[in-house]
């Protein structure tokens, strides 16, 4: 079985920051890609920062400048640094990775559960 456990979100002021972290656990062989999505109340999942294996790193044009992903290969966690906060970012933010339990196993994807991401303003 494959874990992901998120920490780290909570409530901040608009301009505030917040560190986001995300560590995959289990039976795991090698981690594609880790990635942070979040969902606002009534709108769909959004891809906000992905980071791959080989070093690849893209964030959504509305965070660029003021969210940084980042990766520990060793410890297999991610974590996004959210600075300048605004209203609009305020959502559940979701960790996801694409991995293999077992060598030449074909990648699947897993979820975190979730943490809350409330910006006041």
């Known amino acids: 079985q494959v874990q992901l456990v998120e920490s780290g979100g909570g409530l901040v002021q608009d301009g505030g920051s917040l560190r986001l972290s995300c560590s995959a656990s289990?039976?795991?062989?090698?981690?594609?890609?880790m990635c942070w999505y979040r969902q606002a109340p009534g709108k769909q999942r959004e891809l906000v920062a992905l980071t791959t294996s080989g070093g690849i790193k893209t964030l959504r044009p509305s965070v660029e400048g003021r969210f940084t992903i980042s990766r520990d290969n060793a410890q297999n966690t991610v974590h996004l640094q959210m600075n300048s906060l605004k209203p609009e970012d305020t959502a559940v933010y979701y960790c996801n990775a694409v991995l293999q339990q077992q060598p030449h196993a074909p990648a699947q994807p897993y979820w975190g559960q979730g943490t809350q991401v409330t910006v006041s303003s």
């Open positions: 289990g039976s795991i062989s090698s981690i594609n890609s």
